[in-house]
């Protein structure tokens, strides 16, 4: 696992877009997975202003996302497709059609998310999947216990993770209790990931997933199962990794050619 440790967040963001802008430039077709939460907003600006500035092309891309709130229509405020919209979809050059956010009013979440399945199979899979962490060391909603294995379906959120959301909507109660989420089985396919982490909240959940052993109970854990994962952390949250010279140490080597 590659760890990048960036001065702040707005460097954070740049790099990780950086990532993202390589791919779809010598892949235009590229199979994008992102996700939401506050982590990869930066990262996103960015790649409104590659667009913009730089006419970073969207138009034959792809994309899944990762998760969605059970009960929220796609154009509630609060739900993911809404943020996704918001953040990123109505700021580039993608095609509606091509953006994937799971339903969160499937009548049949079941069906539903054996479709999800088959669609990123049928796009040819994943080339690289965004992520954050969530404070208890989720990703995407697979709360601890999830399984390794998990595929995408309904899930039922903890009580953290709704402490953690309520901050989005008027009153706790209002945060939903179910999520349709991919699995870390579906998210492990993906052929690179991409996790961005910042602030000091965070800190114990990332040293737990990159430095801890591999867990259900930190379904981000599972990220040391894969063959190309890109962590990029500011400072604040890699506070508590042990092995943060070592990492340092290895950036340095790499911008120096070593
Ligand atoms: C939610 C999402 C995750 C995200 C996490 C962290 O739980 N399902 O995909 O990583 O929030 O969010 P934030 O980046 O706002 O801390």
């Known amino acids: 696992m590659d760890v990048v ?5 707005e460097e954070l963001s740049k790099a990780a877009a950086r990532v993202v802008a390589d791919l779809v430039t010598h892949k235009p077709n590229a199979v994008l997975g992102f996700a939401t939460g506050s982590s990869p907003v930066g990262l996103y600006k960015e ?5 913009r500035e730089e006419g970073l092309d969207f138009s034959k891309v792809t994309t899944f996302n990762l998760d969605e709130y059970v009960g929220l229509p796609a154009d509630h405020p609060q739900s993911y497709r809404r943020f996704m919209n918001e953040h990123l979809f109505n700021h580039i050059n993608v095609t509606v059609q091509n953006t994937h956010v799971p339903s969160g009013t499937a009548t049949s979440p079941k069906a539903f998310c054996e479709g999800y399945e ?3 199979r049928d796009a040819g899979g994943i080339d690289l999947q965004v992520l954050g962490i ?7 909603f697979n709360e601890p216990g999830s399984s390794l ?14 402490d953690d959301n309520a901050r989005f909507f008027k009153k706790k109660s209002d945060v939903p209790r179910h999520a349709i989420s991919m699995g870390v089985g579906t998210i492990l396919e993906a052929r ?54 070592y990492y340092e140490w290895i950036q340095k080597q790499a911008k120096a050619g070593d």
């Open 118 to 120: 088959k669609q990123i």
């Open 134 to 140: 969530g404070s208890d060391g989720h990703i995407a």
């Open 192 to 245: 690179r990931l991409l996790m961005v982490v910042n602030g000091e909240s965070k800190a114990p959940a990332l040293a737990a997933a990159i430095e801890g052993p591999i867990t259900s109970m930190i379904t981000a854990s599972a990220l040391q199962l894969h063959p190309d994962a890109v962590v990029f952390v500011d400072d604040d949250a890699a506070a508590q990794l042990k092995m943060r010279d």
């Open 5 to 9: 440790i960036c001065r702040s967040y």
């Open 149 to 162: 294995g998990s595929r995408t379906r309904r899930v039922t959120l903890t009580e953290q993770t709704l």
């Open 47 to 51: 790649l409104a202003r590659l667009h």
